[in-house]
């Protein structure tokens, strides 16, 4: 009986949380009340703050399983890459299409709005550096098969993630996602210049 218990509390926190996303894609981040969410995902308040202590800690719960969705699709690409190289040129494209995720608008206006909760912006960060370890694994890969430099692979790593995340900040709202993908192959082309081993 407890194990089907934990199955449906589980269900209702997946249903608040579609509910809510759903929300978040149409209206926003601020526009969005817990009440709307209530009505949306046909549960009680209660139930929505037992699984989410407020709204903050509902749209970090999206967002990270956000982040998990791409980093799992970038894994499951890299299985028909070659080469370090093809790799990057993969994770590159995955972030320019990442544009298109109607979720990334509110998390935008969230990140603008999330005020000084240290545990808030503590989450922020820790998501936004979840591709590091990633984008690592690709350096090394490439060091070993000699196609990139023997260079400090953390110092690599943390520049290809400043321009993958620089290129995020900088173009959604200005650029087509075809434009947006040429861009990141061309940062890429010019990275590799640097660190390719020829």
């Given at each position: ?47 929505i703050y037992y699984h989410f202590k407020n709204k903050e800690k509902l749209f970090l719960y ?45 998390s935008i206006e969230f990140s603008g709005t999330r005020g000084a909760d240290p545990e808030v ?78």
């Amino acid at each position: 009986m407890a194990r089907r218990t934990a199955e449906e509390a589980e269900q209702t926190k997946q249903a608040i949380a579609e509910a809510a996303k759903q929300l978040f894609i149409q209206h926003g981040y601020q526009a969005t009340s817990m009440d709307q969410i209530r009505l949306a995902s046909a549960t009680s308040k209660g139930s929505i703050y037992y699984h989410f202590k407020n709204k903050e800690k509902l749209f970090l719960y999206l967002l990270e399983l956000n982040v998990m969705e791409w980093v799992t699709k970038c894994k499951e690409q890299f299985k028909t890459a070659a080469t370090a190289t093809e790799k990057l040129y993969i994770y590159g494209r995955i972030s320019a299409s990442d544009f298109n995720n109607p979720l990334l608008h509110a998390s935008i206006e969230f990140s603008g709005t999330r005020g000084a909760d240290p545990e808030v912006t503590a989450k922020v960060v820790e998501l936004s550096k979840v591709s590091i370890p990633l984008l690592k694994e690709v350096v090394l890969e490439g060091i070993a098969n000699q196609e990139f430099k023997p260079e400090d692979e953390d110092k690599i790593t943390l520049m290809l993630h400043i321009i993958f995340s620089g290129l995020g900040v900088l173009l959604f709202e200005d650029y087509t996602t075809e434009e947006i993908e040429k861009l990141h192959d061309k940062a890429i082309d010019l990275f590799l210049n640097g660190i390719r081993l020829t």
